[in-house]
């Protein structure tokens, strides 16, 4: 700061007062436009830990979505808590699908995965594999307008189907294995008047 700037003593009646040079006063005017900054994020990014019953091979009783109440294997614990499951399609007809962590229970049943085909698991866990087709899910076309609520039924392609049975195929061997099983994975799981979800032991 040069010595021009420095702030000046003045008198003022009986006393003085100590005013800065004009050039470091605060403006009288505030800035037309806002200047936008940086918004400060104190949350730090930690990485996903799965609950220790998250193990492959886990049977789990999804809680949300189209299957709620199913019974599920447990293939491959995904990022950002997502995981990899399925059915299988055959017993319950459950597909290979992602679901939200927060919303299973792990049963203490599990089944063992050698048999799968670890390729075709580690494919199907790629998020582009269950990216949507954006053209075929277009809602505001003309033709959607005028089709008198008329919606065609989506086909599932052959990829994914022959994905489904490689998959499933060596967890099917380790079903039959073991006794009443495949009957465990296709029962229906709800609850009824009067049950206590936190006494319960799954």
């Known amino acids: 700061m040069s010595s021009e700037q420095q702030p000046q003593t ?37 990485p996903y830990k799965p609950r220790s019953s998250l193990k492959p091979g886990a049977i789990l009783i999804l809680l949300a979505g189209r299957f709620r109440g199913k019974r599920v294997v447990l293939l491959k614990v995904l990022d950002q808590g997502v995981l990899l499951v399925t059915g299988p399609f055959k017993v319950n007809g459950v597909p290979i699908r992602r679901v939200n962590a927060r919303y299973v229970i792990a049963t203490s049943t599990s089944v063992t995965l050698e048999g799968i085909d670890s390729a075709t698991v580690d494919k199907v866990s790629k998020p582009e594999y269950f990216a949507r087709d954006k053209k075929a899910d277009k809602k505001g076309s003309e033709d959607a307008f005028f089709g008198e609520g008329k919606s065609e039924k989506k086909e599932t392609s052959s990829e994914r189907a022959e994905d489904q049975k490689k998959v499933d195929e060596g967890l099917l061997k380790t079903i039959k294995k073991e006794a009443m099983l495949a009957e465990y994975l296709k029962s229906q799981w709800s609850l009824r008047k009067g049950d206590k979800p936190h006494e319960m032991v799954f």
């Not at 006393?15 to 800035?31: L, M, N, W």
């Open 10 to 46: 003045k008198k003022f009646q009986k006393g003085e007062r100590t005013v800065p040079h004009p050039s470091q006063q605060a403006s009288k005017y505030y800035p037309a436009e806002d200047v936008s900054q940086p918004k400060k994020n104190r949350k730090a990014l930690r």
